[in-house]
T-cell receptor, first 114, second 113 residues
Framework: KAGVTQTPRYLIKTRGQQVTLSCSPI?????VSWYQQTPGQGLQFLFE???????NKGNFPGRFSGRQFSNSRSEMNVSTLELGDSALYLC?????????????FGPGTRLTVL | KQEVTQIPAALSVPEGENLVLNCSFT??????LQWFRQDPGKGLTSLLL?????REQTSGRLNASLDKSSGRSTLYIAASQPGDSATYLC????????????FGRGTSLIVHP
């Protein structure tokens, strides 16, 4: 069974630009969550999508948005990039059963904002 | 608000040692606790998931225990190997927290030959 895939793996952007990251979950998984990981803040939850609906949202500004498609693939968009958005962005997929769920993470997208 | 602390922040041990990593959380009303490992610059790999009703889970050389009343979990690694070198993170899902996980900052483990 293929794991979670994320594209692109590396990205360099400049301040003010926008970026779209993609995540393909494990086949059969309906939940996709996004996280931001930085040395200063650690791993922080961005949002979760389940069956094309945003089910949870972390404490990030509105510049961070996402969506999920009918095949469970998800995209995350960051508009008006800031230097502080440089981070490893991770997505994780799961079946969506919250009580017994195990999350499976992708390799991440390393975003550098110059 | 849930806070998760992992001690120690870093650990360096010789190969073959048994070791214990600690994870503590402030709110004991949790759904579950999950342990992950992360290799440098890569994603997280799930190791063990303990439900709130469980006391421990085992997988190979790994054993994770959960004591909700004291807000603690430990990850025991038996007979450590250089391949165990990684950062180990725990994540807790709090009841009433919209099921959003709170992660600790991790323990960076180096096992030297």
């Amino acid at each position: 069974k293929a794991g979670v895939t994320q594209t692109p793996r590396y990205l360099i952007k400049t301040r003010g630009q926008q970026v779209t990251l993609s995540c393909s979950p494990i086949s059969g998984h309906r939940s996709v969550s996004w996280y931001q990981q930085t040395p200063g803040q650690g791993l922080q939850f961005l949002f979760e999508y389940f069956s094309e609906t945003q089910r949870n949202k972390g404490n990030f500004p509105g510049r961070f948005s996402g969506r999920q498609f009918s095949n469970s693939r998800s995209e995350m968009n960051v508009s008006t990039l800031e230097l502080g958005d440089s981070a490893l962005y991770l997505c994780a997929s799961s079946l969506g059963d919250r009580i017994t769920d195990t999350q499976y993470f992708g390799p991440g997208t390393r975003l550098t904002v110059l | 608000k849930q806070e998760v602390t992992q001690i120690p922040a870093a650990l360096s041990v010789p190969e073959g040692e048994n070791l214990v990593l600690n994870c503590s959380f402030t709110d004991s009303a949790i759904y579950n606790l999950q342990w992950f490992r992360q290799d440098p610059g890569k994603g997280l790999t799930s190791l063990l998931l303990i439900q709130s009703s469980q006391r421990e889970q085992t997988s190979g050389r790994l054993n994770a225990s959960l004591d909700k009343s004291s807000g603690r979990s430990t990850l025991y690694i038996a007979a450590s190997q250089p391949g165990d070198s990684a950062t180990y993170l725990c994540a807790v899902r709090r009841v009433g927290g919209s099921y959003i996980p709170t992660f600790g900052r991790g323990t960076s483990l180096i096992v030297h030959p």
